[in-house]
């Protein structure tokens, strides 16, 4: 009979199966052994044929001598593993879970020749020089950000990074958080992450190229390019340069409903900030002369990164949803998560898919795809808006979306698409004022009220600024108005609004406080239990 293998070690764990255990021809089925240990672990089933068929090994207690007799000659240093035995059918099968190893790389040795094997799908393949050097630092607990250089402190500024620090915390940087952070070692010697981070890196293959083509492809023509950008220096400057770049060669459609006006952008912002932390943040620093590529097309936009998947499981057979975090780089996504550019738990692609099916304009087929293969890694967002134009530009099936004070709360509707708890005259659509957006609903009051249910009439323009005050709350007046591409003024109006209506409160002085969004306690308490 046939048998179900996932039943048996479950649906996410990697696995070979052999007809019997080969003594003659151990390399077929000891470079698994390799490659489990090697990578996240895995499972070898011996008694099961090529079609599934349950065939038993014979005397399965000494198979498993043989086995670790065998393993003990053939793989060094020996890797972790333990046996199970099964019964199906009068027939045994034997089941060897390997388990990660800590003392990578493991090598094959046998035929004068000495090969660490790692998994990329299902099969076990040569190591290239490129991820034994990867495998040496697993072994040795280190990474490539936490490696020190030969590079001095004292020879490098990083204003860009306290500045953007303070920006998004409002907190201060100080000379000790250089050590505690991992960018300095106790010798005064940048790490390799320092070295990404100072102002002008080091590190000369940790550029961005960006080039917005002309078409849905690169072919040659007699425009290739719309424009371009190569981008150097530190990490900052290239997520923040590379995303100005999406900015500016993007565009946003709106459309006016009873409550205002639906922005409709080519891409979500925050899916695009989430895929470049990515390509940066946990690509391999170790391919030298390999950058990130950002490749706009008309109807798509293409980020590459050099580096598999760290577990080396190609990404498009894993459950995107569902996808645990194993960090490559821990002190680049240690740093990067103290700036608020990342979270700790690693839930990126589920947060990319989810910030695309809450646009107004999102179908399924235009849902962020992801692949990889053992030296590449490409995140593919398409353009929301490719191929409409007017009342084409929401599909008949799309629900209008109330726009509130925060993206990431959505207000619940009623079937006739009200909103409920909030009154139907809290927007005049004859009221010149309301209409301009600067006026607070009336019934706008944090006391009591779930932060998600605070809303007002606004103007896109002000609910840019506002998005802006939430990922910068120390940054100055000028540099607010700078990022939402307002005027002073307007920036100044904004805060007054907000402020007046009890949104936002100032923390600290005027020069080196920071604002701070207002969440009532019974939010917050909501908030931590899930």
């Known amino acids: 009979m046939k048998f179900d293998i996932a039943k048996l070690i479950g649906e996410t764990t990697d696995y070979d199966k052999k007809r019997e255990l080969e003594i003659r021809r151990p390399k077929s089925w000891c470079k698994s052994v390799c490659a489990f240990a090697n990578g996240s672990g895995g499972s070898l089933i011996f008694g099961i044929a090529d079609d599934d068929t349950v065939v038993g090994v014979e005397d399965a207690h000494k198979t498993g001598e043989k086995f670790s007799e065998i393993v003990k000659q053939k793989i060094d240093p020996i890797p972790p593993f333990n046996f199970n035995y099964e019964v199906i059918d009068g027939k045994t099968i034997m089941i060897v879970t390997v388990e990660p190893g800590d003392q990578t790389p493991y090598y094959y040795i046998g035929d004068g020749q000495q090969i660490a094997y790692y998994r990329m799908g299902n099969e076990s393949i040569p190591a290239t ?3 034994i050097r990867e495998l040496v ?4 607990n280190r990474s490539f950000d936490s490696l020190s250089t030969d590079y001095k402190f004292e020879n ?16 201060e940087f100080t000379e000790n958080d250089y050590e505690s952070w991992g960018i300095v070692d106790r010798n005064g010697k940048l790490t390799n992450a320092g070295a990404l981070l100072a102002n002008e890196s080091p590190i000369r293959h940790s550029r961005l190229f960006c080039t917005r083509w002309n078409g849905l492809d690169q072919s040659h023509g007699l425009m290739d390019a719309l424009d371009d950008a190569e981008i150097s220096g530190s990490l900052i400057d ?3 340069e590379g995303l100005a770049f ?13 409550d205002g006006r639906v922005e409709l952008p080519d891409y979500p ?3 695009v900030l989430e895929g470049l932390v990515n390509a940066l943040i946990h690509r391999s620093y170790l391919e030298i002369g390999s950058e990130v590529h950002l490749d706009m097309f008309d109807d798509r936009i293409e980020i590459f990164s050099p580096g598999g998947m760290y577990e080396n499981r190609p990404v498009q057979e894993c459950d995107i949803m569902q996808i645990k975090s194993r960090r490559r780089n821990p002190v680049l996504a240690d740093i990067f998560s103290r700036l608020k550019y990342m979270e700790r738990r690693g839930s990126g692609f589920k947060k990319i898919c989810n910030e695309y099916a809450h646009q107004v304009n999102y179908r399924e087929e235009l849902k962020p795809t992801f692949r ?3 030296s590449d890694f490409v995140i593919t967002f398409y353009n929301l808006n490719y191929g409409m134009s007017g009342d084409n530009s929401i599909p008949q099936s799309s629900p209008i979306v109330p726009q509130t004070v925060s993206d990431r709360h959505k207000l619940p509707q009623t079937e006739d698409n009200s909103t409920p708890g909030i009154s139907s005259n809290v927007l005049d659509s004859d009221n010149p004022r309301h209409q301009t957006g600067t006026k607070l609903a009336p019934n706008l009051a944090p006391n009591g009220t779930k932060w998600h249910q605070a809303q007002f009439s606004y103007s896109p323009e002000m609910y840019n600024f506002f998005k802006v005050l939430r990922n910068f709350p120390g940054g ?4 607010l108005a700078t990022e939402a591409n307002i005027s002073e003024r307007s920036a100044h109006r904004y805060l007054k609004i907000l402020k007046d209506s009890g949104i936002i409160k100032r923390i600290g002085t005027h020069r080196k406080g920071y604002w701070e969004i207002v969440t009532p306690k019974t939010e917050e308490k909501g908030e931590e239990e899930q």
């Open 372 to 374: 990889s293969n053992d």
């Open 246 to 258: 999406v900015r500016r060669n993007s565009h946003k459609m709106w459309h006016k409903s009873p």
């Open 129 to 131: 020089a490129i991820k």
């Open 476 to 479: 100055t007046v000028p540099f």
């Open 137 to 140: 630092l697993r072994g040795t």
């Open 156 to 171: 490098y500024d990083f204003s860009r990074l306290r500045s953007v620090f303070h920006s998004r915390t409002g907190k």
């Open 269 to 271: 912002e925050d899916s």
């Open 238 to 240: 290239l997520l923040l």
